[in-house]
């Protein structure tokens, strides 16, 4: 059968087995294509081909429902629910996202991009269905990595007592994004090495019904076991061990680097574009530096070493003082919170999104017992990831509103080593810093060592009339913009303010006597971020305040220099709104 003529999965219905199997393969090379000049999640969709043609073989979608968890690996799905053509034809491979999106297609159920949510999600249908008095399948598909998560487990508990139909798939390679941490993965690997049959049984034991497929790349064993639970009327577990990167031999030999990848050779599986400075890789040197140096140091990640700058190389240098609690940022904050409490030092490292997840740890378990615990957000910027499940821009609201945090903001290289020296040394504070965005920024001017003192602004250069104050990476952006303003002999004052948590309530004071205007750059949300502090400042006086940030709303795979620009945080559109 021709990829090109699948338009809804009733099309694979009648193929026999050996054209499933080749319609595989030709699924796989037209994935492959796609991803090696466009990017993308690589390995996890390799392992799930023929997963996800049997699931869509044997239930009958979309009044059966699928749910799958965090994904990423859902090429396949798209490929055989009508969107192939953003698969075959380049000029269209931005017409669909890497994620499930309901406004795409009636057979991707939600918008989901963040890991171990499946399980609940679908559990919520299912009681929905048994509310309404309906009759369908529901469906889960959850990787063995986002098992780690609380929030699988809360729903793997709740979906036991349905008692009705409630299927979940569990897709054991055992891989997260990296290798899988935590005590239940003994017991899968126990799984595994019985065919299913050990004694200790993690389902079984949450009252699942459970069955074990230990060829899950195998088409016609996965179409058997989906068939046989197929309109089961108890909550049942298919435990099935596939492989990450199935069919593609680099892929399958760095499992770890094709989890998600940049344009690459296929012949090769060499990535495309040069080595650049990136600020994972500054962290991680930092810190492992700072773990030769002291043995209390110890840093943390939550299933994204590599995010962090921690590659396997890195991590085995690190030895026991990187510690790795799988997909739980909650745990993560927590644990960082005991840490501290023990005398140690823990530094979290943690992509901007993510962190989200743990705010009742970053409020109740670190600032309430002020801990002094460490984190470093990661892709906290427009400048980051793009996807709507991924945006990094609602971290300044969320941490610098809680009491305790010190939220930093370095603008260079050099700054941003002095504040977190600074933060691993000191045991007053819980303070995060977070990354700048954009191309990393070198500067040869004099950093401050110690930032005990609390939010003192600093003064980058001093003018009249109007103030510039640029957070993190906004820095850069209100120079230039001070910069085509001289130029014009128009000469303003321009800020790093460094703390995004309070305010130099003496220099926005200082202002006042030759100033009629402050500006405030930021890139992250206008609501709740800095420039609302500094504008509730000057609220009751004449000083006028203009904050420059984010509208607050979603987007998906916007331009960050097209965002940038509308939201006015250019130097040439910050210099014409001045001038």
């Not at 639970?229 to 892929?251: E, L, M, N, R, W």
């Not at 003018?463 to 000469?491: C, F, Y």
């Amino acid at each position: 059968m021709k990829i090109q003529d699948i338009k809804s999965p009733a099309d694979i219905k009648g193929l026999g087995i050996d054209e499933l199997t080749a319609l595989c393969g030709d699924l796989r090379k037209v994935f492959l294509q796609k991803v090696s000049t466009h990017g993308g999640h690589v390995g996890p969709n390799l392992g799930l081909v023929e997963a996800t043609v049997a699931l869509h073989y044997v239930f009958d979608t979309p009044k059966d429902k699928i749910v799958f968890d965090v994904s990423h690996q859902t090429y396949i799905h798209k490929m055989l629910t009508g969107r192939v053509d953003a698969f075959l034809n380049p000029e269209k491979y931005d017409d669909v996202t890497g994620y499930t999106n309901p406004g795409e297609s009636e057979y991707d159920l939600f918008t989901i991009g963040h890991t171990s949510t499946a399980v609940s999600l679908a559990g919520g249908i299912a009681k929905g269905r048994d509310l309404l008095g309906e009759q369908y399948n529901v469906v889960a598909l959850v990787g063995d990595g986002s098992l780690s998560g609380g929030e699988a487990f809360e729903g793997l508990d709740e979906g036991a007592t349905l008692n009705s139909n409630f299927i979940v798939i569990v897709n054991d390679n055992e891989m997260s994004i990296a290798e899988n941490h935590g005590g239940l993965y003994g017991n899968l690997g126990a799984l595994r090495a019985s065919d299913g049959k050990a004694s200790d049984n993690y389902f079984t034991a949450l009252g699942y019904d459970y069955l074990y497929v230990g060829a899950g790349n195998d088409i016609a064993e996965l179409i058997k076991a989906f068939e046989s639970v197929k309109d089961s009327q108890k909550p049942v577990v298919v435990h099935i061990h596939t492989d990450k990167g199935h069919g593609y031999a680099p892929a399958e030999q760095h499992k770890e680097q094709f989890h998600f990848s940049a344009p690459f050779d296929l012949a090769t599986g060499e990535v495309k574009g040069g080595d650049y400075e990136d600020y994972t890789d500054i962290f991680a040197e930092e810190m492992l530096r700072q773990i030769k140096a002291d043995p209390k140091v110890c840093v943390l990640t939550a299933g994204t070493p590599g995010a962090i700058g921690f590659s396997p190389e890195r991590r085995k240098e690190a030895g026991r003082q990187f510690i790795d609690v799988g997909i739980a940022e909650q745990e993560a904050v927590a644990m960082a919170s005991g840490i501290a409490k023990a005398g140690a030092r823990p530094c979290f490292g943690v992509v901007s999104s993510f962190i989200q997840r743990a705010y009742d740890q970053l409020s109740q378990d670190v600032a309430i017992n002020a801990q002094s615990v460490v984190l470093n957000i990661f892709y906290g910027s427009v400048m980051g990831m793009t996807d709507v499940t991924h945006l990094g821009w609602f971290d300044i609201a969320l941490i610098s509103n809680i009491p305790g945090w010190v939220y930093l903001a370095p603008a260079t290289v050099e700054e941003y080593l002095a504040m977190q020296r600074w933060a691993m040394a000191q045991t007053e504070h819980s303070v995060a810093i977070r990354m700048p965005g954009g191309p990393v920024l070198h500067s040869s001017e004099p950093v401050q060592t110690d930032y005990s003192d609390l939010n003192k602004f600093k003064l980058v250069r001093r003018g009249r009339g109007v103030a510039l104050i640029g957070a993190g990476s906004m820095l850069s952006v209100a120079e230039k913009a001070a910069d085509i303003l001289t130029e014009k002999g128009v000469n303003v004052t321009v800020i790093n303010p460094r703390y995004l948590s309070g305010l130099d309530r003496d220099m926005l004071e200082e202002l006042r006597q030759d100033h009629q205007q402050v500006i405030t750059l930021e890139d992250g949300v206008l609501d709740g971020g800095f420039g609302e502090k500094v504008a509730r400042y000057y609220g009751p006086s004449d000083m006028k305040v203009r904050c420059l940030g984010v509208e607050k709303k979603f987007l998906d795979r916007y331009s960050p220099s097209q965002l940038l620009e509308a939201s006015g945080l250019t130097p040439n559109a910050v210099a014409a709104l001045i001038k």
